[in-house]
């Protein structure tokens, strides 16, 4: 599992996306204070507005092939002889879920020296999104065989979803109550077992389908 956990996180850190992620979360977080008067009308700006909206999005554009790549390039079959599926498994959700959690802790670093105070948000919110948004990454890497299918997939479902949360809020109905984005909107201990609850669910059926499926 470490030599799994080390090569994947390596291979995440070690790309330009980490430095454009930083960058657009530095921006957006800027743009959206500057022009916070705009909407008036949302429960929250900043970092928190930035995450909400794009965070899952970009969490599943890069994390949509954390299973199905080797998968489909057939070189899983070299590496399960010696490693167990579940130590595979277990390697690549460490490797996500702390290249994940460096980008928000670097994230909320930058935006914060360079925005108001206050505007980062709650990083108990922003880590509930992120093992939600890193679950359904699993999730659909797993069910789908085919990195180009999933990653028009995870686009899509990275515009819907919050896409739905806003309609939902905007329109005053129920479907952001029950939403993983609920932690942004009320303060309430379901603001934190929603998303886990949801990211639970997702991951065990995404570790079933790993362990059924041919590699």
């Known amino acids: 599992m470490i030599n799994v956990f080390l090569r994947e996180l390596n291979g995440l850190l070690w790309q330009f996306q980490s430095i454009l992620i930083i960058g657009l979360a530095a921006?957006?977080?800027?743009?959206?204070?500057?022009?916070?008067?705009?909407?008036?009308?949302?429960?929250?700006?900043?970092?928190?507005l930035i995450m909400s909206v794009f965070g899952f999005l970009v969490v599943l554009t890069v994390s949509h092939d954390?299973?199905?790549s080797e998968a489909a390039a057939r070189t899983f079959r070299l590496v399960v002889i010696r490693i167990p599926r579940a130590a595979i498994f277990g390697g690549k959700l460490l490797a996500h879920a702390g290249y994940w959690l460096i980008m928000l802790i670097v994230?909320?670093?930058?935006?914060?020296?360079?925005?108001?105070?206050?505007l980062t948000g709650s990083t108990t919110m922003h880590v509930s999104l992120l093992f939600f948004s890193i679950s359904t990454a699993f999730f659909l890497s797993a069910l789908i065989k085919r990195p180009l299918t999933s990653k028009r997939v995870s686009v899509?479902?990275?515009?819907?979803?919050?896409?739905?949360?806003?309609?939902?809020?905007?329109?005053?109905?129920?479907?952001?109550?029950?939403s993983p984005y609920h932690m942004y909107i009320y303060d309430s201990i379901l603001a934190v077992i929603i998303p886990l609850f949801?990211?639970?669910?997702?991951?065990?059926?995404?570790?079933?389908l790993f362990e059924r499926s041919d590699l």
Request: hydrophobic share 55%; glycine share 10%.
């Open 156 to 178: 899509l479902a990275g515009i819907l979803l919050p896409a739905a949360v806003i309609w939902s809020y905007a329109a005053d109905n129920w479907l952001h109550a029950v």
């Open 27 to 48: 921006g957006l977080t800027y743009l959206s204070e500057t022009y916070s008067d705009l909407y008036p009308q949302l429960p929250f700006n900043g970092f928190a």
């Open 198 to 208: 949801y990211g639970a669910v997702l991951l065990s059926a995404a570790y079933v």
């Open 66 to 68: 954390a299973l199905n």
């Open 107 to 118: 994230a909320v670093g930058v935006t914060g020296f360079f925005t108001a105070p206050g």
